[in-house]
């Protein structure tokens, strides 16, 4: 599985952004994806997840309200949707999937077979 993530840039405070993870391969639409950030000198964290079975979707305090993650399993694409950007959102943004029919939770790095390359997200004040 390849993971291609995109729509990235630089936006002012308040702007919106919609980030987008193109997966090839097989299995898509039994795979949990995830979307991670990681912040200069910080730790790659979770943002947000998507389950494969009900669609259930999670999301880290940081950004819960103000984003929200969708997939569509025919162009085998998910996206992450982020409005109200704060400078502190600024980062790489990378994409993630797990094994096929996966079962746990999807909020640990470790949980995820597959990552995309990553997308700058730079929000300025």
């Known amino acids: 599985v390849q993971l291609q993530a995109s729509g990235g840039g630089l936006v002012q405070a308040g702007d919106s952004l919609r980030l987008s993870c193109a997966a090839s391969?097989?299995?898509?639409?039994?795979?949990?994806m995830g979307w991670f950030r990681q912040a200069p000198g910080k730790e790659r964290e979770v943002v947000g997840t998507?389950?494969?079975?009900?669609?259930?979707?999670y999301y880290a305090d940081s950004v819960k309200g103000r984003s929200t993650i969708s997939r569509d399993n025919a162009k085998n694409t998910v996206y992450l949707q982020m409005n109200s950007l704060k400078p502190e959102d600024t980062a790489v943004f990378y994409c993630?999937?797990?094994?096929?029919?996966?079962?746990?939770?999807?909020?640990?790095?470790?949980?995820?077979?597959?990552w995309g390359q990553g997308t700058q997200v730079t929000v300025s004040s």
């Open positions: 998507i389950g494969w079975s009900a669609g259930s979707t």
């Open positions: 391969g097989r299995s898509f639409s039994t795979r949990t």
């Open positions: 993630a999937a797990t094994t096929p029919l996966y079962s746990g939770s999807g909020y640990s790095l470790n949980e995820y077979a597959y």
